[in-house]
C-alpha cells in the first residue's frame, strides 16, 4: 500500500540560509514520486519529478530532491532560500497500477525569514 | 508546457442552488482527470477519478448524487456540486493525466476554484 509521510507540518528558514523539506514513502511497486509547491489561493505547481531515471533530480527555482530507496525518502532542498520560496510543499507518490493512483502527503509550510 | 484551466476560480451562491465548475486541458488530451477538495491548511483531498466516456469513481465517502462528474470529452471535465450547502465551502482542484503526447502521464494541476456558499 501507498503512503506519503512528511515529517514537518511547519519549517521556518533565514532568507538565503538551506532548505530541507522531508519525504519518506512507501510503495509496492516502483513509484514515481514528485513535489509540488502551492501558493495561497492557487493550484499546485510540478516542481520536479522522480521516475525511475537519475536519483539525485533538479527542479525548479534551484529545488533538488533525491530518492534513496534504501531510506525510501525523497528530500527536497534549496541551497538558499528567497523570500518568494515561502508557501506550502506537497510530496506526492504515484503508481499504474490497476489504474493510476496518486497520494498526497499532509504538505509542509515553508516560511522564510527576512 | 502543459496547462490546466479551472473555471470559474471564484463563485459565491445561495444555499440550495447548484455550481459547475469546469476543468480543461489546453494543449493535451487527458482521458483521466482527477477532483480534489482541500480544506484550510490541509492537504488536497482526492474526491474522485473522471475517466473520458465512461462514469466517475468515487472515493468512499464522496456523494456520487452530491458531486455529479462529467468527463465528455478528451479535454473536458466538470464537477457540479448540487444542492450546496455551506459546509461545501471549500476549494476545489482538478488535476488531468496528460494520454499521448511528450507529457504522457505526467499529472497537471488547475488553479482551483474557491467556492462559498451563504
Known amino acids: 500500500a501507498q503512503s506519503v509521510t512528511q515529517l514537518d507540518s511547519h519549517v521556518s528558514v533565514s532568507e538565503g540560509t538551506p532548505v530541507l523539506l522531508r519525504c519518506n514513502y512507501s510503495?509496492?511497486?516502483?513509484?514515481?514520486l514528485f513535489w509540488y509547491v502551492q501558493h495561497p489561493n492557487k493550484g499546485l505547481q510540478l516542481l520536479l519529478k522522480?521516475?525511475?531515471?537519475?536519483?539525485l533530480v533538479k527542479g525548479i527555482n534551484g529545488f533538488e530532491a533525491e530518492f534513496k530507496k534504501s531510506e525510501t525518502s525523497f528530500h527536497l532542498t534549496k541551497p538558499s532560500a528567497h523570500m518568494s520560496d515561502a508557501a506550502e510543499y506537497f510530496c506526492?507518490?504515484?503508481?499504474?497500477?490497476?489504474?493510476?493512483?496518486?497520494?498526497f502527503g499532509a504538505g509542509t509550510r515553508l516560511f522564510v525569514k527576512a | 508546457g502543459a496547462v490546466v484551466s479551472q473555471h470559474p476560480s471564484r463563485v459565491i451562491c445561495k444555499s440550495g442552488t447548484s455550481v459547475k465548475i469546469e476543468c480543461r486541458s489546453l494543449d493535451f488530451q487527458a482521458t483521466t482527470m482527477f477532483w480534489y477538495r482541500q480544506f484550510p491548511k490541509q492537504s488536497l483531498m482526492l474526491m474522485a477519478t473522471?475517466?473520458?466516456?465512461?462514469?466517475?469513481?468515487?472515493e468512499q465517502g464522496v456523494e456520487k448524487d452530491k458531486f455529479l462528474i462529467n468527463h465528455a470529452s478528451l479535454t473536458l471535465s466538470t464537477l457540479t456540486v448540487t444542492s450546496a450547502h455551506p459546509e461545501d465551502s471549500s476549494f476545489y482542484i482538478c488535476s488531468a493525466l496528460a494520454s499521448g503526447g511528450p507529457n504522457t502521464g505526467e499529472l497537471f494541476f488547475g488553479e482551483g476554484s474557491r467556492l462559498t456558499v451563504l
Open positions: 510503495s509496492s511497486y516502483s513509484p514515481s
Open positions: 522522480y521516475t525511475s531515471a537519475a536519483t
Open positions: 506526492v507518490v504515484s503508481e499504474i497500477t490497476g489504474g493510476f493512483k496518486t497520494i
Open positions: 473522471s475517466n473520458e466516456g465512461s462514469k466517475a469513481t468515487y
